[in-house]
């Protein structure tokens, strides 16, 4: 019977209804997109960074941990020393990166390291760089912003010729020549962002890594180490707390929305519940039957979310595939519901309790 009253009440007021399920299911999309966009986008770098190929990651001893933000240059020379100096290292390279879109980087390398550490970049289309002011950009920047081959891109206020659309999940979106990138940023003395360490055996990780930290004053991290701590999200400043917060403001919409729209529910509905109180319905009945609606707005509307937390991933796919990566999460479904759910439970109690303490007669009365 409780179902029965719960569905009918949900059907003769559809706008109400349906008003109810959107104004739910927004934070459960905002909660799902948020947390879908971290994951690709630390997902995303983890496999480009493993695609480098190498066992070391050799950066300044000040830098910090992230996404090429924390970055502190170095002398190129160093390049030179790991190649001959440094025991069992078999490559070194050197990469010089500068943001030029958050999160989007311009990656200098020398493209003939690269493909002796790792293969070199799979070509959609196009080529290699040959001369100076090529440019190499992945499958989904030159999606993004409709390249084609032959076009001219301006970055950092210089002119780069597209020679080569690349394959993604190898170090870079965005490639051009290390020297040519130095130079635009006019570089006295050239200097790098990062240096990869390709060994003879991966044994000799932590003989190599002690060998460094004595002889330099550099900071050498083993590539596994450095993506677990860099593309961690419980290592990324203020990301968890920003996710918490998102959480909160889920709740507390969910919470405003049902009160609302319960309290509406009820304010139109005194008479039928006069009637139910008259005919036996107890308090824990009717406190029942508005909690009862609450959850099923609360389930509807996290639904909804669902659903339109895909809409989010499809359009920042056709529309920013480069700068922002959004995976679906199905493992944050129940847990989204379930904020939900505690949301809507929370706003339906003082309704509900209002609506549990009417007096028959009163609300027999009531026109």
């Not at 025991?87 to 200098?108: E, Q, W």
């Not at 403001?249 to 039928?272: D, H, K, W």
């Not at 529309?319 to 493992?331: A, F, N, R, W």
């Not at 309704?351 to 009163?362: M, N, T, V």
């Amino acid at each position: 019977m409780t179902a029965k009253l719960v569905f009918e009440n949900l059907k003769n007021k559809p706008m109400r209804s349906l008003l109810s399920f959107l104004l739910i299911g927004v934070p459960v999309t905002l909660i799902l997109t948020l947390q879908g966009l971290s994951s690709g986008m630390l997902n995303d770098a983890k496999a480009r960074a493993r695609g480098v190929g190498a066992d070391i990651l050799v950066r300044a001893s000040n830098s910090t941990v992230g996404l090429n933000t924390g970055a502190i240059d170095i002398p190129e020379k160093y390049v030179n020393y790991f190649r001959t100096e440094v025991p069992h290292v078999k490559l070194a390279m050197g990469v010089f990166n500068r943001i030029i879109d958050l999160p989007l980087v311009v990656t200098g390398l020398n493209l003939d390291e690269f493909n002796a550490m790792n293969g070199g970049f799979n070509y959609a289309e196009g080529g290699p760089l040959r001369a100076p002011d090529d440019i190499l950009v992945d499958t989904l920047y030159a999606k993004q912003k409709k390249l084609h081959i032959g076009d001219t891109i301006t970055l950092l206020g210089h002119p780069w010729h597209l020679v080569g659309i690349i394959e993604g999940g190898k170090l870079a979106r965005i490639a051009v020549s290390l020297k040519t990138l130095q130079q635009v940023l006019g570089q006295e003395s050239p200097h790098v962002t990062w240096i990869y360490l390709k060994l003879d055996n991966p044994a000799n990780i932590d003989a190599v890594d002690n060998f460094i930290q004595q002889h330099t004053d550099l900071r050498a991290q083993p590539m596994a180490d450095y993506i677990e701590a860099a593309y961690n999200p419980s290592h990324i400043a203020g990301l968890s707390e920003f996710i918490y917060v998102v959480i909160a403001i889920g709740v507390v919409i969910g919470f405003a929305v049902v009160c609302l729209s319960m309290y509406m529910a009820v304010l139109q509905r005194t008479r039928e519940i006069g009637i139910l109180k008259a005919i036996g319905g107890s308090n824990g009945f009717i406190l029942r039957i508005i909690l009862a609606e609450a959850m099923l707005l609360g389930v509807g509307g996290t639904i909804l979310g669902i659903i339109m937390s895909f809409g989010a991933w499809w359009l920042i796919r056709t529309l920013v595939p480069s700068s922002l990566q959004m995976e679906i999460v199905p493992l944050w479904w129940p847990i989204a519901g379930a904020i939900t759910l505690v949301g809507a439970t929370l706003g339906a109690l003082y309704p509900g309790l209002s609506a549990a303490r009417h007096d028959p007669i009163e609300a027999l009365a009531y026109e």
